[in-house]
């Protein structure tokens, strides 16, 4: 999923929406819609602006509609004068496509604030960044359920869908096709590549997300590593506080099969094992599955971040910020018992990385927010053993160096 975050969903029959990462991801900057109260503090949008959302039911009243590259809960104005200072009256369109007007904050400040990974004040010098040198060549043999490497190495891809529900025809098939042919590309190529969630944007029981599905395993056919991926929200209802532990829908159906089934993964949470082909390392990869979360699955995810392996990486959709998916809270504190090198999530159309232990990739071809860039992420363990963490614009091939961090299997900082 972009930089921004996304909101909640919903169980309809004929209507749902996708994030930020899908339509329900999470939010830095708020929008209810009806705050009155002015320019923010530094001349952007009011407190409370640019909360993502699926649907109108997740604006407390408010309309869930489409601007500055996503969809935002915005407060209607039929008449034209019922915005305050910040925002302007504009003809929009709602999530649902219909005709609207509503108060949008201006200087498109929902989806035009600087990366929040660009350190302030810091300006490129205008050179190019150096080619991306992973440092050799990497023996890999990986399977469904993990397998060897010379050298930790793997790729992240984030979120991806259409900036509308159920159009198929505008999902970003270009975008994911050059990310994974990239990926192929590079030198050495990544044996395996982890996914953080939301690949389509549909009505939950509709029939158009097995259609976006089947356009993004094409794109997959690209890249001739493995792919392991993680649930998202939209794989569910669409909302962020969905739970597909008890509800099935035609998203949730699609996921299994197209997503899960090549992997012979037959339930939404799972882990596989890597280690190193001279047996100096070991790592386990915990795939949480937020919007399918029960009891089972909390005893599941105990007993396997209680294996110890020298790294630990646990993929999830949802931040730990977006507390409303079921699944985020309890895995959080789960998490902390055991030892944790790196959470990687999506749910946001950007990267960053929100916290030491957490980074996060939604850039795979959602509407991008806050100026992001598409591309993915990269991780290549260092000679210290050490794990780098690169994020790669697709457009250039190059990594971000302002972005490039390090962390040591126990999750601290490296030098």
């Given at each position: 999923?972009?930089?921004a975050?996304?909101?909640?969903?919903?169980?309809?029959?004929?209507?749902?929406?996708?994030?930020?990462?899908?339509?329900?991801?999470?939010?830095?900057?708020?929008?209810?819609?009806?705050?009155?109260?002015?320019?923010?503090?530094?001349?952007?949008?009011?407190?409370?602006?640019?909360?993502?959302?699926?649907?109108?039911?997740?604006?407390?009243?408010?309309t869930?509609?489409q601007?500055?590259?996503?969809?935002?809960?915005?407060?209607?104005?039929?008449?034209?004068?019922?915005?305050?200072?910040g925002?302007?009256?504009?003809?929009?369109?709602?999530?649902?496509?219909?005709?609207?007007?509503v108060?949008?904050?201006?200087?498109?400040?929902?989806?035009?604030?600087?990366?929040?990974?660009?350190?302030?004040?810091?300006?490129?010098s205008?050179?190019?960044?150096?080619?991306?040198?992973?440092?050799?060549?990497?023996?890999?043999?990986?399977?469904?359920?993990?397998?060897?490497?010379?050298?930790?190495?793997f790729?992240?891809?984030?979120?991806?869908?259409?900036?509308?529900?159920?159009?198929?025809?505008?999902?970003?098939?270009?975008?994911?096709?050059?990310?994974?042919?990239?990926?192929?590309?590079?030198?050495?190529?990544p044996?395996?590549?982890?996914?953080?969630g939301?690949?389509?944007?549909?009505?939950?029981?509709?029939?158009?997300?097995?259609?976006?599905?089947?356009?993004?395993?094409?794109?997959?056919?690209?890249?001739?590593?493995i792919?392991?991926?993680?649930?998202?929200?939209?794989e569910?209802?669409?909302?962020?506080?969905?739970?597909?532990?008890?509800?099935?829908?035609?998203?949730?159906?699609?996921?299994?099969?197209?997503?899960?089934?090549?992997?012979?993964?037959?339930?939404?949470?799972?882990?596989i094992?890597?280690?190193?082909?001279?047996?100096?390392?070991?790592?386990?990869?915990?795939?949480?599955?937020?919007?399918?979360?029960?009891?089972?699955?909390?005893n599941?995810?105990?007993?396997?971040?209680a294996?110890?392996?020298t790294?630990?990486?646990?993929?999830?959709?949802?931040?730990n910020?977006?507390s409303?998916?079921?699944?985020?809270?309890?895995?959080?504190?789960?998490?902390?018992?055991?030892?944790?090198?790196?959470?990687?999530?999506?749910?946001?159309?950007?990267?960053?990385?929100?916290?030491?232990?957490?980074?996060?990739f939604?850039?795979?071809?959602?509407?991008?927010?806050?100026?992001?860039?598409?591309?993915?992420?990269?991780?290549?363990?260092?000679?210290?053993?050490?794990?780098?963490?690169?994020?790669?614009?697709?457009?250039t091939?190059?990594?971000?160096?302002?972005?490039?961090?390090?962390?040591?299997?126990?999750g601290?900082?490296?030098?």
């Amino acid at each position: 999923m972009g930089i921004a975050s996304l909101r909640e969903g919903y169980i309809l029959p004929v209507l749902l929406a996708i994030t930020v990462g899908s339509f329900a991801c999470s939010s830095t900057t708020q929008f209810s819609g009806g705050d009155d109260s002015g320019v923010g503090a530094d001349g952007g949008p009011p407190p409370g602006l640019c909360t993502q959302c699926v649907i109108d039911s997740d604006c407390n009243g408010s309309t869930c509609a489409q601007f500055s590259g996503d969809t935002f809960c915005a407060k209607p104005c039929p008449n034209g004068n019922e915005c305050g200072v910040g925002a302007t009256c504009t003809s929009e369109s709602s999530v649902a496509g219909d005709p609207v007007r509503v108060c949008v904050p201006n200087n498109d400040a929902c989806g035009a604030a600087p990366p929040p990974h660009k350190p302030p004040g810091n300006t490129d010098s205008g050179a190019p960044p150096p080619p991306f040198d992973a440092g050799g060549p990497v023996q890999a043999t990986i399977n469904a359920n993990g397998g060897t490497e010379s050298k930790l190495y793997f790729a992240i891809i984030g979120d991806t869908r259409p900036p509308v529900i159920d159009d198929t025809k505008a999902y970003p098939t270009a975008v994911i096709t050059k990310i994974f042919s990239d990926i192929n590309a590079l030198n050495p190529m990544p044996p395996f590549a982890v996914a953080t969630g939301d690949y389509q944007f549909s009505s939950s029981y509709g029939a158009e997300a097995p259609k976006q599905f089947a356009l993004y395993a094409q794109a997959r056919s690209k890249y001739s590593g493995i792919e392991f991926p993680a649930m998202g929200n939209h794989e569910c209802t669409g909302a962020t506080t969905s739970n597909c532990a008890s509800t099935v829908t035609n998203n949730y159906t699609a996921f299994m099969s197209t997503m899960l089934g090549p992997i012979q993964k037959t339930k939404p949470y799972y882990s596989i094992n890597v280690a190193a082909t001279d047996a100096s390392w070991t790592a386990k990869f915990v795939f949480v599955a937020a919007n399918a979360w029960d009891s089972t699955q909390a005893n599941w995810l105990d007993t396997t971040l209680a294996q110890s392996t020298t790294y630990t990486f646990v993929i999830r959709h949802e931040s730990n910020t977006a507390s409303t998916a079921p699944g985020v809270t309890p895995s959080k504190q789960i998490m902390a018992n055991h030892p944790l090198t790196l959470l990687i999530v999506g749910h946001e159309h950007t990267y960053s990385r929100p916290a030491q232990t957490e980074v996060l990739f939604g850039n795979g071809g959602a509407p991008l927010v806050n100026a992001s860039t598409y591309g993915f992420g990269l991780i290549t363990q260092r000679q210290d053993k050490a794990v780098q963490v690169d994020s790669i614009d697709m457009n250039t091939g190059s990594p971000d160096l302002q972005f490039r961090f390090a962390v040591k299997a126990d999750g601290s900082p490296a030098p």
